[in-house]
C-alpha cells in the first residue's frame, strides 16, 4: 500500500498548472471512469484567490444546515491535502494515499496528459463521491455577469478584526476579516445558494458566516509591529490587499515580506512595490513552482530600490525585527506556499 510520501513524489513528477483549464473533462474524466454521471449537485464559484472566500462561506452555511458539501479549492497554505474539504476538514493524508492508490494505479487514468492540480481536482471528485456529499463547490472561469455584487449593504460597520452589516432578509451579519472583498463574498454567498433554490435560516447564516475562518486574507497576527498576512497572488488581489492597508494605515510605514510563484510575479510587484518603505523577497519553501527570490529582488528594484533578498524566511523576520517602529506594518504575501512558515516565525517573536 503505498503511503502519503510515495504519493506525492508521484505527483511531483507531472506538470504544474496553476489553474485548471477545462473542468468539464475533468467531471466527463471523472464519469468515464467511476461508471457514474449526475452524482453530484454542483456549484461553481469563481476561481481566483480574491474571490475563494465565497466557497469558505458556502461550505460554512451549508454545513450549518446540516448539508455535506465537498469543496476543492485551488489555495493550499502548505500540503495538497488542503485542497480537498469535506464539511471544512481537510481529507487525511491517509485517506489522500488511499484515494490516489484506489483509482490512478491501474493505468485507467493517463495522468501524464494531466497537470499536478487536474489529478488533485480528480481525486477530489473520488472523495466526494466516497463522503456522499450533498453538495460539492468547484473553481471555474465565471463570465463577470455570474459573479456581481447587486445587493445595497446597511448598517455596515469595519474594524481591523471584524465587519457587520445587513442585507435584505438578513440582519446584523458579523464576519472576521477586515477586507472589504471578504464581506462583499460572503453577500455572494448567501445570494449565490438562494439561486440554487436552498431556504437559508438567518440565525444558521449569521451562526455560519461568524464561525468561517479566513486564514491568509488579510489576517492579523501581531500588534506593535503589526503582522499581516494574505495570500494575494495576482493583480486584482494585490490591488485589493493595498487598498485594505492603506483604508486601516494611512499614515503607517510598510515593510513587505515577498515571496511568489513563477505566475503573475510581475504584475504583483507593479500593484505594490511603491508603497513599501522596506521590501524582503523570499523564495516561498517546498513548492515546485516558486520564483527564487534573487529574480523577484530584481524585478522589484525597477520600482523600488529598498530591496534585500533573504535567504530565508526566518532571517527576513530577524532583520524585520530589527528595523521595525511601533508604528510599522508588516504585511507577508504573493503566494500562500509562503504562508504557514511565515505564520510560525511571525507568531514565535
Known sequence: MMNYAQVIAKLEQLK?????????????????????????????????????????????????????????????????????????????????????????????????????????????????????????????????????????????????LGQTYSIVGFEDLKINCGSKKDMENSVLSIRRLEQEGIILQEKLVRKALLKTKLEGRFEVLNTRPYVILDGAD?????????????????????????????????????????????????TPPDIQNALPGIELAREVKKLNPNITNASSIEEAFEIVDLISGKDTVVIAFGSTALLDKCKTVATKK
Open 234 to 282: 495576482n493583480s486584482q488581489a494585490t490591488k485589493i490587499l493595498m487598498a485594505n492597508l492603506q483604508y486601516f494605515f494611512p499614515e503607517n510605514p510598510y515593510i513587505f515580506v515577498l515571496g511568489t510563484l513563477q505566475e503573475n510575479y510581475e504584475l504583483v510587484v507593479r500593484e505594490s512595490a511603491f508603497l513599501a518603505q522596506q521590501i524582503f523577497t523570499v
Open 16 to 160: 504544474t498548472g496553476k489553474n485548471i483549464a477545462d473542468t468539464e473533462h475533468i467531471l466527463q474524466l471523472f464519469s468515464k471512469i467511476s461508471g457514474k454521471e449526475g452524482v453530484f449537485k454542483i456549484l461553481y464559484l469563481q476561481n481566483t484567490f480574491e474571490d475563494d472566500s465565497i466557497g469558505a462561506f458556502c461550505e460554512s452555511i451549508l454545513k450549518e444546515h446540516n448539508k455535506k458539501v465537498g469543496r476543492f479549492t485551488f489555495f493550499a497554505w502548505k500540503r495538497p491535502c488542503e485542497h480537498i474539504l469535506v464539511n471544512q476538514k481537510n481529507i487525511s493524508q491517509k485517506e489522500f494515499a488511499a484515494i490516489f492508490e484506489e483509482n490512478f494505479q491501474d493505468g485507467k487514468i493517463d495522468m501524464e496528459s494531466l497537470t499536478q492540480k487536474e489529478v488533485y481536482f480528480l481525486m477530489a471528485l473520488f472523495y466526494f463521491d466516497k463522503k456522499a456529499c450533498d453538495y460539492i463547490l468547484l473553481p471555474k472561469e465565471l463570465k463577470d455577469t455570474e459573479n456581481k455584487e447587486t445587493e445595497d449593504i446597511r448598517n455596515y460597520k469595519r474594524t481591523l
